[in-house]
């Protein structure tokens, strides 16, 4: 396979090519005629031809030259539009930001964090995947994704996690329910009732069992539902109980058609954050993408509805 050529010596001989004088070439390029002179018949042994012909005290393009030139032009502008690239990535970061989180989080965080960061960056594309925490990672492993916004997982993962804001699991119910009525949670009522509970392969649903196998219980499943505006419609409709994050349901709670109960007196909380790569460092517009999702994030949990009573 052919050395590529040298792009100092296809810059002398494009701009020799423009100007039909070593003395014009070196005054543009900023050195001297012998150095010009050099470079060119460098240039001429490296491809195994003559490239100029003299004219008087001008020169001419050969045959030849007037081959490279064509591809010469071409080579040295994609050198400059690569260079233009990675100067505009040194200062504002990834032309094209990849994301992938969950439903949730698409729904009641990412509108508010991305037009934000569309002041900021309004030339960075952004492009999100709806995906569990399992799917999610696998993107990021696979280099389909450059940022995970998900639950804190385990370092099995094998990724970065950069902390965002934690939230509470709590019962959801209807307002029509017998718990939101009494606002009271009976312990003992808990195993009874049908709950309708997001797919059980979920990591939320792994920390929902392990804490009730903790406090000695069973839950009634009667659906897995993999949509989170499916379970708040369900759960309004006095289909069932379910155990979500007050937050995901924060427009229902507020309007009084549901209602958001803790699970005990022990609580069950979550930690959010991002994840990427391990060894890789963030650019500027994903840290401030990192920056906007702690802030947005704190505000949305911060402002949820309070839940009533403990279990009794």
Request: proline share 4%; glycine share 8%; net charge neutral.
């Amino acid at each position: 396979m052919s050395e590529p050529l040298d792009s100092r010596q296809l810059r002398a001989f494009v701009t020799l090519a423009n100007t039909g004088s070593f003395t014009g070439t070196g005054k543009e390029l900023f050195l001297t005629q012998s150095a010009i002179s050099h470079a060119i018949r460098a240039l001429e042994a490296d491809v195994g031809c003559r490239l100029f012909d003299r004219v008087g005290k001008s020169v001419a393009l050969t045959p030849a030259g007037e081959q490279l030139l064509h591809h010469a032009k071409r080579v040295l502008e994609e050198m400059a539009q690569a260079r233009e690239a990675l100067e505009h990535l040194g200062k504002w970061g990834r032309t094209h930001l990849r994301l992938a989180t969950s439903e949730a989080v698409c729904e009641a965080l990412l509108p508010n964090v991305l037009a934000q960061q569309k002041e900021q960056f309004p030339q960075c594309q952004v492009t999100v995947a709806s995906a569990d925490m399992s799917e999610a990672v696998e993107l990021l492993h696979n280099g389909h994704a450059d940022l995970v916004l998900s639950l804190e997982p385990g370092p099995e993962a094998g990724v970065e996690f950069i902390p965002l804001f934690s939230d509470e699991l709590q019962f959801l119910v209807s307002a029509q329910h017998p718990w939101a009525i009494a606002q009271q949670v009976l312990r003992a009522e808990i195993p009874t009732q049908p709950y309708i509970l997001y797919s059980r392969s979920s990591h939320t649903s792994r920390l929902v069992e392990g804490y009730f196998r903790h406090e000695e219980m069973t839950l009634l499943t009667m659906m897995e539902v993999g949509s989170m505006s499916a379970i708040r419609e369900m759960v309004g409709r006095g289909l069932g109980v379910s155990i979500l994050a007050p937050w995901v349901a924060r427009d229902d709670i507020a309007s009084g058609k549901l209602v958001a109960l803790p699970l005990g007196r022990r609580k069950l909380t979550r930690n959010w954050g991002v994840l990427h790569r391990r060894g890789r460092r963030l650019n500027l517009s994903e840290e401030q993408f990192v920056s906007l999702c702690r802030r947005e994030g704190a505000q949305l949990v911060g402002g949820g509805a309070e839940a009533r009573t403990p279990a009794a």
